[in-house]
């Protein structure tokens, strides 16, 4: 379900195995305590397993300053961010936008995202809402992953410029 990997030089930061992870929750309702945060230690348990380093957990609600500052922060001591949360319909849903930003790249339409939008409302007899069209907005050049289990997407965005040699996962 994912799209190819941008072709890249061979030795290319893009085809080096990632060393280091960071996991970023997003959310508010994970930072005051309304919620209790299982995605970090799913995530933690897949990381050693796949033999990824963990060094650093970060959770940030759900404000654009702090969430840019946190991405940065993240990207600057770990190969690979994976983020959770801040991907869904509403206005504070901001993940997308931010590590998009940060990373160089743009936000653009991604018409098999919007074909498992659609179809994922079509099975439950109902009609997707405007602000669902957001959560078809993918990282130019990104990976993208079919949500098996809600209207959200994932991806894998590979960074730009600063950034380069950079991954993130949402």
Same mark, same amino acid.
């Given at each position: 379900? #994912?799209?190819?990997?941008?072709?890249?030089?061979?030795? +290319?930061?893009? &085809?080096?195995? *990632?060393?280091?992870?960071?996991?970023?929750?997003?959310?508010? @309702?994970?930072?005051?305590? &309304?919620?209790?945060?299982?995605?970090a230690a799913f995530l933690a348990r897949?990381?050693?397993?796949?033999?990824?380093?963990?060094? /650093?957990?970060?959770?940030?609600? $759900? &404000?654009?300053? =702090?969430? =840019?500052?946190?991405? @940065?922060?993240?990207? +600057?001591? #770990? $190969?690979?961010?994976?983020? %959770?949360?801040?991907?869904? *319909?509403?206005? $504070? $849903?901001?993940?997308?936008?931010?590590?998009? =930003?940060?990373?160089?790249?743009?936000?653009?339409?991604?018409?098999? +995202?919007?074909?498992?939008? @659609?179809?994922?409302?079509?099975?439950?007899? =109902? %009609?997707?809402? *405007?602000?669902?069209q957001k959560q078809c907005m993918m990282?130019?050049?990104?990976?993208?992953?079919? &949500? /098996?289990?809600? %209207?959200?997407?994932?991806?894998?965005?590979?960074?730009?410029?600063?950034?380069?040699?950079?991954?993130?996962?949402?």
């Amino acid at each position: 379900f #994912a799209e190819e990997k941008p072709q890249q030089e061979e030795g +290319s930061a893009m &085809n080096q195995k *990632p060393k280091t992870a960071e996991i970023l929750c997003v959310g508010t @309702e994970l930072l005051m305590g &309304n919620t209790v945060n299982t995605n970090a230690a799913f995530l933690a348990r897949g990381l050693a397993e796949a033999g990824l380093n963990l060094y /650093h957990q970060t959770v940030v609600g $759900d &404000n654009p300053e =702090r969430l =840019r500052e946190a991405v @940065e922060l993240a990207l +600057s001591r #770990a $190969d690979v961010v994976i983020t %959770t949360g801040g991907l869904g *319909p509403t206005y $504070d $849903d901001l993940t997308k936008e931010t590590v998009a =930003r940060t990373l160089g790249r743009e936000l653009v339409p991604h018409e098999e +995202s919007q074909r498992w939008v @659609e179809e994922y409302f079509r099975r439950r007899g =109902r %009609t997707p809402c *405007p602000n669902n069209q957001k959560q078809c907005m993918m990282h130019e050049g990104a990976i993208v992953f079919q &949500n /098996h289990n809600g %209207t959200a997407p994932g991806c894998l965005i590979y960074g730009a410029g600063k950034w380069e040699g950079k991954q993130a996962v949402l």
